[in-house]
Nanobody, 119 residues
């Protein structure tokens, strides 16, 4: 059973924008904080943006003022609006709960969506 489905990535020029979306199984979405994470080649996965169940947000310093996380509690979806993109934003982006899901004792991640920022 698939619990997290990310979409919206692509190739964009520096300064451009993308909106990522993630559909989450209702069971995991309703009462959990949701987050977007990213993993660049050769680097560890990092938490980029976080939104609590009541809408409070937090961002890693490098994306503050450029990224906006928001959630649709009717559609069980979390979005990440990314503006003024930089080459350093290139990574595979994943959504998950915070802390991330464990299914049958093992970490659970979706397949992610690739974001490439390049001219």
């Amino acid at each position: 059973q698939v619990h997290l489905v990310e979409s919206g990535g692509g190739l964009v020029q520096p300064g451009g924008s993308l909106r990522l979306s993630c559909v989450v199984s209702e069971y995991f979405f309703k009462s959990n904080s949701m987050a977007w994470y990213r993993q660049a080649p050769g680097k560890q996965r990092e938490l980029v943006a976080l939104i609590s169940s009541d809408g409070r947000t937090n961002y890693v310093e490098s994306v503050k003022g450029r990224f906006n996380i928001f959630r649709d509690n009717v559609q069980n979806t979390v979005h990440l609006q990314m503006n003024s993109l930089k080459p350093d934003d290139t990574a595979v982006y994943y959504c998950n709960t915070n802390p991330w899901l464990h299914i049958n004792g093992a970490p659970y991640w979706g397949s992610g969506t690739q974001v490439t920022v390049s001219s």
